[in-house]
């Protein structure tokens, strides 16, 4: 897990384990926007029925790029999200690599000093480009559920 250091913005939470991703996402939550976050200060980006995976992902970056409305900083977090294998690969011509291709690049660029993103959900490939960057940033937390084929376990 990441030591999640106050000059990270972006984070991913991910994995195998819904219940302890659901867990490490609230403690951030709190830690970021605070015990009861307001709703000018909070964005949450859900999945919908009608809603691609692009729309969604293109709705992220349209809040990330926009100023907090009210308030000293501003929260996105596209809670719940099942769809991160979309991601495709690197190169990628579907609206879905494309749309998390940018979102890739608008986290590797630096996210403003007054927006945090958060994500979570499972599936997420920790060898794709979204959770690389979000690992370089200091963001990243992997969770699973303990292997039984392990000798560790």
Not at 9 to 36: K, N, S
Not at 41 to 60: I, K, P, Q
């Amino acid at each position: 897990m990441s030591d999640l250091s106050k000059a990270t913005r972006a984070f991913l939470v991910t994995g195998d384990d819904e219940a302890t991703i659901e867990t490490e996402t609230q403690r951030i939550l709190a830690r970021v926007a605070g015990p009861a976050p307001d709703a000018f200060s909070l964005d949450v980006v859900r999945e919908r029925t009608g809603a691609s995976v692009a729309d969604l992902v293109h709705e992220v970056i349209r809040s990330l790029k926009a100023p907090p409305f009210m308030g000293a900083h501003k929260t996105v977090w596209l809670q719940s999200f099942s769809s991160f294998a979309s991601e495709g690969t690197a190169r990628g011509k579907g609206p879905e690599a494309q749309a998390f291709r940018e979102l890739a690049d608008l986290i590797e660029a630096d996210l403003s000093h007054d927006v945090y993103l958060l994500m979570n959900g499972p599936g997420a490939d920790p060898k794709k480009r979204l959770a690389t960057v979000c690992a370089a940033k200091g963001g990243l937390v992997l969770c699973s559920r303990p292997s039984i084929r392990s000798r560790e376990w």
